[in-house]
């Protein structure tokens, strides 16, 4: 399988959007499934914010002309619509909370190595919600999804210099949390 690069799926789109934007899902939807699944905390919302995010590129790209698409700076502005989508489900939730049943034993038959996995990145989950929303976006995208400053200062629509901080401030704060739990 050869890898494509940014420059050839820009192009790619621009030439043809239909028979490139597969690649352009193919290249983005793992890093916004998992990024998405630390932002909203629900494998469910993280899919469908992983969804929603690939059909809202579609339509905006059915917009922009070939030189706008080119020009375009894949990976925030796709990353700028799951943020987004993430907000607005926050405050969509925030507005509407869910009354969720807890299950306090895992289903027979469940793979050990996988329950142990799901309960550390339980407590991560947990962890990563104590943080401020910036924080835990600016901690997500840099350590998680592995984006740089700018790119996060592009996604966020904040000055670098303020998600520099963020991420700063929010690694303190996990490693606060981290020595209270100990």
Request: hydrophobic letters at 40%; proline letters at 4%; one cysteine or more.
């Amino acid at each position: 399988m050869t890898t494509i690069t940014a420059a050839d799926l820009n192009h790619r789109l621009a030439d043809d959007r239909d028979a490139a934007f597969p690649d352009l899902v193919r290249a983005f939807q793992d890093g916004i499934y998992s990024g998405a699944l630390q932002l909203t905390k629900n494998v469910h919302d993280a899919q469908d914010v992983t969804q929603e995010t690939f059909v809202r590129a579609y339509r905006a790209l059915l917009g922009y002309d070939q030189d706008r698409i080119r020009a375009l700076d894949l990976r925030p502005w796709v990353w700028t619509i799951a943020v987004n989508l993430c907000r607005n489900r926050a405050r969509t939730k925030a507005r509407r909370p869910e009354v969720s049943e807890v299950v306090d034993r895992p289903a027979t038959g469940d793979d050990p190595a996988d329950l142990a996995i799901a309960a550390d990145l339980g407590v991560w989950r947990d962890r990563l919600a104590r943080l401020t929303e910036p924080q835990r976006t600016a901690v997500v995208l840099h350590h998680v999804v592995g984006l740089p400053h700018t790119e996060i200062s592009a996604v966020t629509r904040r000055a670098e210099s303020t998600t520099r901080s963020d991420l700063r401030r929010g690694l303190a704060a996990l490693r606060n949390i981290i020595e209270e739990e100990s």
